[in-house]
């Protein structure tokens, strides 16, 4: 065809295609979904859309998101915020060769920095690493036990664990300290610690972090401590366990991958 028309083929391909109404609805579409999500690549926007309505792939989207220099945004670089040099006792990682297979079976903990105006804060999180849900979490001032005992006691609250649980963390201070210690041991909940200078042993925890740093603390600007908790908290409630798609959970959230599960339970 080409050489019936005297075009060659790098000129045919170069021809500006005309979009079908339905493309130009994708496209406003996709940018709508990337406006709202704009941490989003190609791989989360897909399943967004679908929930959408939209049957689309990948290959197209990526394709649409080059086109219109959608680009999502970058993350910024934190700090290290585990102390491990003290005389408390450290447990051996019983996490490593463990893979849930249904709810508070495993959780993972742990401790990250917050930037005020003039100030820095915490904020402690709890983790059910069967569907990626927080269960349990504090931001407050001070990087002392009372902060992670409160997102462990919130957890326990909502979850009540049954004994056997594996509480996973690093080997910070806090969650190493004997009022933490002990009141895992009241609940019967199995003691797992990474191993020293490993940081992937508590991989998903620290993930969860990079993504609540991301999406939500580096965006804002926090002036007070109570500001910081409510929107903290508005982030990890609404966004992340019932909105946000989680790529391991294969692009739901957390709180459908949980009602998806009880679902199957009951059924069978």
């Known amino acids: 065809m080409c050489a019936i028309s005297g075009l060659s083929?790098?000129?045919?391909?170069?021809?500006?295609?005309?979009?079908?109404?339905?493309?130009?609805?994708?496209?406003?579409?996709?940018?709508?979904?990337?406006?709202?999500?704009?941490?989003?690549?190609?791989?989360?926007?897909?399943?967004?859309?679908?929930?959408?309505?939209?049957?689309?792939?990948?290959t197209r989207i990526r394709r649409m998101m080059r086109e219109d220099n959608?680009?999502?945004?970058?993350?910024?670089?934190?700090?290290?915020?585990?102390?491990?040099?003290?005389?408390?006792?450290?447990?051996?990682?019983?996490?490593?060769?463990?893979?849930?297979?249904?709810?508070?079976?495993?959780?993972?903990?742990?401790?990250?920095?917050?930037?005020?105006?003039?100030?820095?804060?915490?904020?402690?999180?709890?983790?059910?690493?069967?569907?990626?849900?927080?269960?349990?979490?504090?931001v407050g001032p001070s990087l002392e036990t009372e902060l992670p005992l409160a997102a462990l006691e919130q957890a326990l609250t909502t979850r009540k664990p049954e004994p056997g649980l594996i509480h996973h963390s690093d080997q910070g201070t806090p969650c190493a300290s004997h009022k933490y210690v002990d009141k895992l041991h009241t609940k019967d909940i199995q003691i797992s610690m990474s191993r020293k200078?490993?940081?992937?042993?508590?991989?998903?925890?620290?993930?969860?972090?990079?993504?609540?740093?991301?999406?939500?603390?580096?965006?804002n600007e926090y002036e007070t401590l109570a500001e910081a908790q409510a929107e903290i908290g508005g982030f990890i409630e609404a966004v992340y366990n019932r909105k946000r798609l989680h790529s391991a959970l294969k692009y739901v959230s957390p709180a459908e991958f949980e009602r998806a599960f009880a679902a199957r339970k009951t059924a069978a």
Not at 10 to 15: D, E, I, K, N, T
Not at 75 to 95: E, G, M, Q
Not at 115 to 137: I, K, N, P, T
């Open 70 to 138: 959608l680009l999502r945004l970058r993350k910024r670089r934190t700090k290290n915020t585990i102390d491990s040099t003290h005389d408390l006792r450290v447990y051996p990682n019983l996490a490593g060769s463990f893979t849930p297979t249904g709810l508070n079976q495993l959780w993972a903990a742990d401790i990250t920095y917050i930037r005020l105006g003039h100030e820095f804060v915490y904020a402690a999180v709890v983790l059910d690493l069967f569907s990626r849900r927080v269960v349990g979490w504090s």
């Open 9 to 58: 083929r790098a000129s045919l391909y170069r021809r500006p295609r005309r979009e079908s109404e339905w493309e130009m609805n994708l496209r406003d579409a996709l940018h709508g979904a990337a406006l709202e999500n704009p941490f989003y690549g190609y791989r989360r926007l897909t399943p967004e859309l679908k929930q959408r309505g939209w049957d689309v792939g990948e």
């Open 197 to 219: 200078g490993n940081p992937y042993d508590n991989a998903f925890a620290e993930s969860f972090m990079k993504t609540l740093k991301t999406e939500e603390v580096d965006c």
